[in-house]
């Protein structure tokens, strides 16, 4: 699938609530492989995640992350 077919789909967590659009993608310039989706989720909110926690990605993606998760991990980072 190209990137810009996923740029702005919306992300659906692992208890099916929406989480946001994927806004972005960090891309390893070596390997030419994309390391993290950036997801939009609010005013000033953005979480990364990597592409193993994609399950699927069609009308919207599917991830194995709840919000919880995201923000647990946003927290430990200090964001």
């Known amino acids: 699938m190209l990137v810009k ?12 609530e929406k989480i946001g659009k994927v806004t972005d993608f960090d891309i390893d310039i070596l390997s030419g492989k994309v390391k993290t989706v950036l997801i939009g989720a609010g005013f000033n909110k953005t979480y990364k995640i ?11 993606i599917i991830i194995r992350l709840s919000e919880s998760d995201l923000k647990k991990a946003a927290a430990r980072k200090g964001k």
């Not at 990597?50 to 919207?60: H, L, P, Q």
């Open 5 to 16: 077919k996923l740029t702005g789909k919306e992300v659906i967590g692992a208890h099916g």
């Open 50 to 60: 990597k592409m193993e926690d994609i399950i699927t990605a069609g009308d919207a």
